[in-house]
């Protein structure tokens, strides 16, 4: 059973713009914690935002803040990240992931349910 489906990703040039999306179960988007995570080659899975399901309060990583905005629709048990300013940095493959910890305990070793993540590529 697919619980998260991703979709948005691509090549972009510096500056640029791109907003991916998530589509959970909706089992998953009521009950579970919701958050986008990066890994670029040769890195460690980085936390990017995540998204609280109680008050939709969000929790951008410094290395985004500023820059990329995660939102809900509940109506369509759907997250987003909008990446704004996008640098080479940010090149990467994007997973959503679902886990039912709070947004501050949430860590890649420790993700119940990972999205089968999305190529970014910022290039010149």
């Known amino acids: 059973q697919v619980h998260l489906v991703e979709s948005g990703g691509g090549l972009v040039q510096p500056g640029g713009s791109l907003r991916l999306s998530c589509q959970a179960s909706?089992?998953?988007?009521?009950?579970?914690?919701l958050a986008w995570f990066r890994q670029a080659p040769g890195k460690e899975r980085e936390k990017v935002s995540c998204?609280?399901?109680?008050?939709?309060?969000?929790y951008p990583a410094d290395s985004v803040k500023g820059r990329f905005t995660s939102s809900r629709d509940n109506a369509k048990n759907t997250v987003y990240l909008q990446m704004d300013k996008l640098t080479p940095e940010d090149t990467a493959i994007y997973y959503c992931?679902?886990?039912?910890?709070?947004?501050?305990?949430?860590?890649?070793?420790?993700?119940?349910?990972w999205g089968q993540g999305t190529q970014v590529t910022v290039w010149a």
């Open positions: 909706e089992f998953i988007f009521d009950h579970y914690t």
């Open positions: 998204i609280s399901t109680t008050d939709g309060t969000t």
């Open positions: 992931a679902a886990d039912i910890r709070a947004c501050p305990d949430i860590v890649a070793g420790a993700v119940s349910i």
